[in-house]
């Protein structure tokens, strides 16, 4: 199984890490490479999380993560990671 992000997913990323690196670089990294972590841990159990309360797909899953909400669809030997936001800031 393998891991692909969406643009849109990517840009959440790199607006993540730019808004962290604003008041500590070192953490936004730490932070990421956590959360990619996890991510990448999907693979081995892609259904571990809830379905996705933003779509009516059983494949299509929502990862909490420190805050933030990935959502990610299972299809076949993929996992596409679709969107990453806070949760107090909602969805995009």
Same mark, same amino acid.
């Given at each position: 199984m393998k @891991? @692909?992000?969406s643009p849109k997913s990517k840009k959440n990323?790199? $607006?993540i890490k730019n808004y962290i690196s604003k008041s500590n670089p070192q953490n936004a990294k730490q932070f990421l490479n !956590?959360?990619?972590i996890n991510i990448e841990n999907l693979v081995n159990f892609p259904y571990k999380y809830r379905k996705s309360i933003?779509? &009516?797909d059983k &494949? @299509? !899953?929502d990862m909490i993560f420190e805050g933030y909400t990935i959502i990610y669809e299972i299809k &076949? $030997?993929?996992i596409l990671v679709l969107n990453i936001f806070n949760q107090n800031?909602?969805?995009k």
């Open positions: @891991i @692909i992000y990323l790199k $607006d !956590r959360l990619k933003y779509f &009516n &494949n @299509i !899953r &076949n $030997d993929t800031k909602g969805l």
